[in-house]
């Protein structure tokens, strides 16, 4: 990006203004870096960061978060989720995706591996039957 043909070119702990980087270039490395973590990146993140080193290290706590910071992240989200209802709720189409979207993510979340299945509608003489046989009465 800055002409450098290798990374062992670059001393982690030079800011990047000194190696070079101008805005348009700041902007370049922020979009390539979003698009393969795969997640927005501030828009002024080489300058809050402004060497390769402090850059890594915030990268590590977004790119791969602990399971708090993944946890709260989620409740931000939520958060905005909340903060757009009336926009949403006045759009009949994204209503609907929304709220199909969240009964997916709810039966996504209400599925536990280590909980029994659900019985409704099994005939009570099947789970007497089941029952039996698993206890061998």
Same mark, same amino acid.
């Given at each position: ?22 805005? =348009? ?7 390539? =870096? ?104």
């Amino acid at each position: 990006m800055l002409g450098h043909r290798t990374v062992a070119e670059v001393e982690p702990t030079v800011s990047f203004a000194e190696l070079g980087m101008d805005s =348009l270039a700041a902007v370049r490395l922020r979009n390539v =870096l979003a698009r393969r973590a795969g997640t927005e990146l501030p828009t002024a993140i080489t300058f809050d960061h402004p060497s390769a080193a402090a850059l890594a290290e915030y990268l590590d706590t977004v790119v791969l978060p602990d399971d708090r910071q993944r946890i709260d992240a989620v409740f931000r989200g939520l958060d905005d989720v909340e903060s757009a209802l009336p926009a949403v709720r006045a759009d009949r189409a994204a209503r609907s995706r929304l709220a199909a979207r969240l009964r997916s993510l709810s039966s996504r979340l209400d599925d536990d591996p280590g909980e029994l299945d659900e019985v409704d509608g099994v005939p009570d003489e099947e789970l007497f039957r089941l029952i039996d046989e698993e206890f061998e009465l």
